[in-house]
């Protein structure tokens, strides 16, 4: 069975600095996707960015971007330029290809910008 | 897109009462997920509907719960005889099935207290 494990409940930034949220997971599977997802205080959870594992190059959306490590399986978020908007929870996910078609979720990290 | 409803947003009922929860899916998505979030955890996985047919069970949907999407377009999940353990934000997501790495869309969810 896969797992997703994300090793930090909390982290906190300020406003305008870098920070890094990390990701691990157990597959024997070589064809899936990850993902993080966002989840602001009593709103629902959102897409943040996708990864397929057959891509080398690390995906990135404005802010966002993965460092995606396949046989470390690793699959760390960076959020560059944090906004007071950013404090969230961040759940990384993962989904194989062709097997079980349900996504699996780490713990979360929640994520606090600070003014 | 009005995005994906849930209804009620919360819910308090009693030990040994049955609940039933409403998800309308963003209209054109044919795959309808349900999934349990508990405080401090990621949501796990429940259940899952392509258009009506109902392809995959979590073995944590035990016999007091059952979901339908019977014209493949809302869908209901019930809990009968419910017991405090079923408090929990339960969340219902749709996708387009364009393969595994479709995104899923989330609802806000509804929040089940059992006292």
């Known amino acids: 069975a896969q797992t997703v494990t994300q090793s930090q409940p909390e982290m906190s930034v300020q406003e305008a600095e870098t920070v890094t949220l990390s990701c691990t997971y157990d597959t024997s599977e070589s064809n899936y996707y990850l993902f993080w997802y966002k989840q602001p205080p009593s709103r629902q959870m959102i897409l943040v960015i996708r990864q397929e594992a057959y891509k080398q190059q690390n995906a990135t959306e404005n802010r966002f971007s993965v460092n995606f490590q396949k046989a470390a399986k690793s699959f760390s978020l960076k959020i560059s330029d944090s906004q007071l908007g950013d404090t969230a929870m961040y759940f990384c996910?993962?989904?194989?290809?062709?097997?079980?078609?349900?996504?699996?979720f780490g713990k979360g990290t929640k994520l606090t910008v600070n003014p | 897109d009005t995005g994906v409803s849930q209804d009620p947003r919360h819910k308090i009922t009693k030990r040994g009462q049955n609940v039933t929860f409403r998800c309308d899916p963003i209209s054109e998505h044919n795959r309808l997920y349900w999934y349990r979030q508990t405080l401090g955890q990621g949501p796990e996985f429940l259940t899952y509907f392509q258009n009506e047919a109902q392809l995959e069970k979590s073995r944590l949907l035990s016999d007091r719960f059952s979901a339908e999407r019977p014209k493949g377009s809302f869908s209901t999940l019930e809990i009968q005889r419910t017991e405090q353990g079923d408090s929990a934000m339960y969340l219902c997501a749709s996708s387009l099935v364009a393969g595994a790495g479709s995104p899923l869309h989330f609802g806000n969810g509804t929040r089940l207290t059992v006292t």
């Open positions: 996910a993962f989904i194989s290809q062709g097997g079980s078609e349900k996504l699996v």
